[in-house]
């Protein structure tokens, strides 16, 4: 299974912006869709963003479409989350998932990596 590492949170205002990496330390990183989801306390994990195993496409829950971009770079074995616009209800603590496309724009992967918090607040 692929092992992922997140970074990049952090503490920011209203309106603006973070960029999360998520980090493969396997050597399959390329095999993998990876996707985003977050979880705020008290409230189901929420997805957020899926990329597919060459970056050729794309997909975003309704939340976060229009603010959020989801990239890849398999020769760095990175998957980045830019986020603009960012709200007080995206605080969260934000995961990546390595897994098959079908279970990631679902929610039904396992594969999950440490998470790395943001925190939207003025």
């Known amino acids: 299974q692929v092992q992922l590492v997140e970074s990049g949170g952090g503490l920011v205002q209203p309106g603006g912006s973070l960029r999360l990496s998520c980090e493969s330390s396997?050597?399959?990183?390329?095999?993998?869709?990876v996707g985003w989801f977050r979880q705020a306390p008290g409230k189901e994990r929420e997805f957020v963003a899926a990329?597919?195993?060459?970056?050729?496409?794309?997909y975003y829950g309704d939340s976060v479409k229009g603010r959020f971009t989801i990239t890849r770079d398999n020769a760095k074995n990175t998957v980045n989350l830019q986020m603009t616009s960012l709200k007080p209800e995206d605080t969260a603590v934000y995961y990546c998932?390595?897994?098959?496309?079908?279970?990631?724009?679902?929610?039904?992967?396992?594969?999950w990596g440490q998470g790395t918090q943001v925190t939207v607040s003025s």
């Open positions: 998932a390595g897994d098959t496309w079908s279970l990631l724009v679902t929610g039904l992967t396992d594969n």
């Open positions: 396997g050597s399959t990183f390329s095999t993998y869709a």
């Open positions: 990329i597919t195993r060459t970056g050729d496409n794309t």
